[in-house]
Each structure stands twice: as C-alpha cells, then as structure tokens.
C-alpha cells in the first residue's frame, strides 16, 4: 500500500491534483487506514502514471475518462482509442499552425523595431494598435 505522498513522489503528480483525480473519477477513491489516510495499491500508481502521461500529451480530462473506459475492456477493438489520439493530433497540428502564424508576426514587428526611438514612434505600439479594427481603416 502506498501513501499519497508515496503516490506523488512516484509519479510526479502533486498531492493535490491527485485528489482533484480522485474528486474527477479518473482515480478510484483511496481506501482509508485506521489513522484516515489514502492507501494506495499498484493499480491506483499505474493509473495515475497513465493520466499524468496523457495530460502531459495534452489530452483533456473528458478523452483521459474515455480512453480509461476504453481500456477496462481489453478485447474491443481500438478504434475509439485510435479517434481519440487523432481528433487530438488534428488539435495539436492546428494549434502548431498557429503558432507558426503568431511566430511569424511577431519577427515582423520586432525585425522593424531598432529600440531607440520615442514610445509615440515605436513600431511595436503602433502595430499592436493597428491591429483589430472591423470599420477596415488601418
């Protein structure tokens, strides 16, 4: 039987977010000792190292509670799984477009801004104020 804190040290999830875990139903709730501490078994570590990789994927807490389901019934067939990992791979590949869009915005500002001049003629302001405005006077 493990601790929480055992728990925690294990697998690098704080304290914390592991009763958030339990509050979620992701984690079963610990059974108790006599003293009213969480006990843990091995199944409840292997759990937790799952739900700590898949958030570090960046997988939400509704696809992690899906794929944990999926994966109480080892003989059906993986599809589910499988649409999972790839509507999020499609997430992260549209987020990565935009951040290649951002990264390129943001070279363009700073590549036209020396540093010396006066706030009122700073480029960066001026961009950034620019920006946003619908009557499509710019």
């Known amino acids: ?31 108790r000792s006599e003293g009213n501490q969480r006990r843990y078994e091995r199944g409840d570590l292997e759990r937790l190292a799952f739900i700590r990789h898949a958030r570090d994927l960046g997988l939400d807490i509704s696809a992690i509670r899906e794929l944990i389901s999926l994966s109480e019934h080892p003989n059906q067939p993986c599809a589910d799984a ?50 946003g405005l619908c009557d499509g006077e710019h």
């Open 1 to 31: 039987m493990l601790s929480i804190g055992d728990l925690s040290r294990r697998t690098g999830v704080k304290v914390p977010t592991i009763r958030y875990y339990e509050q979620m139903g992701l984690l079963a709730a610990a059974e």
């Open 82 to 131: 499988d649409r999972i990992a790839s509507d999020h791979l499609k997430a992260v590949r549209e987020k990565i477009e935009k951040l290649k869009k951002l990264e390129q915005e943001l070279a363009r500002i700073v590549s036209h801004c020396d540093g010396d001049h006066a706030i009122e003629d700073c480029y960066v302001i001026r961009s950034l104020s620019d920006h």
